[in-house]
Nanobody, 128 residues
Framework: QVQFVESGGGLVQPGGSLRLSCAAS????????IVWFRQAPGKEREGVSC??????YYADSVKGRFAISRDNAKNTVYLQMNRLKPEDTAVYFC???????????????????????WGQGTQVTVSS
């Protein structure tokens, strides 16, 4: 029960928008960086976006289209996704960095144990 709960995914046409929610269940958001990841079949896990201590991160593939935010009163982190593309199709997860408050410059080769409170993910499918 102590984990993030991702929601907001679904089926959307190319060019559409979705807002994903990452709600802390059974705990309060900490001070460390929180990262949205995505995983598609046959592809490596990709760090999509991060919100940290005075810093943010966006993968090159989503810059200008996605925006990360947090609402501490609701204990939730959001990912607003606009102008969605078929290549955005994936299961989206969020997790908290175990070590760092600031966002990294890349999340290409991270290991599971470097993050905590992984949720079950929410499916995003972009198709027409």
């Amino acid at each position: 029960q102590v984990q993030f709960v991702e929601s907001g995914g679904g089926l959307v046409q190319p060019g559409g928008s979705l807002r994903l929610s990452c709600a802390a269940s059974g705990f309060t958001l900490g001070l460390n960086a929180i990262v949205w990841f995505r995983q598609a079949p046959g592809k490596e896990r990709e760090g999509v976006s991060c919100t940290g201590d005075g810093s943010t991160y966006y993968a090159d593939s989503v810059k200008g289209r996605f925006a990360i935010s947090r609402d501490n009163a609701k204990n939730t982190v959001y990912l607003q996704m606009n102008r969605l593309k078929p290549e955005d199709t994936a299961v989206y997860f969020c997790a908290q960095d175990t070590s760092f408050k600031h966002c990294s410059g890349a999340y290409d080769n991270v290991r599971d144990y470097q993050f905590e409170y992984w949720g079950q993910g929410t499916q995003v499918t972009v198709s027409s």
